[in-house]
């Protein structure tokens, strides 16, 4: 699947805008009006890194939220004196 984590499975989630107008009844207005609402798209921040898994090395699809959390370890890294 596109666009998915291979940890978390997260993936694209759907919402919507609200389009508004008018000035707020606490600024002084006689409030907001809903003028329309529009289907979107919320896509996670997915990257391709190179990964350990399972003693392999291979190419995974991984959100940004987990490669900073530390779920996967990048092969090659050790710790530099």
Known sequence: MARVCEFCCKGTATGGTIARRGLP???GGVGLRIT???KRT????IQKVRALVDGE????KICTRCLKS???????VSAAS
Do not use: D, M, Q, S
């Open 36 to 38: 329309g609402r529009t």
């Open 70 to 76: 530390g779920r996967v370890t990048k092969p090659g």
């Open 42 to 45: 919320f896509k996670p921040n």
């Open 57 to 60: 090395v291979r190419r995974v």
């Open 25 to 27: 009844k606490k600024a």
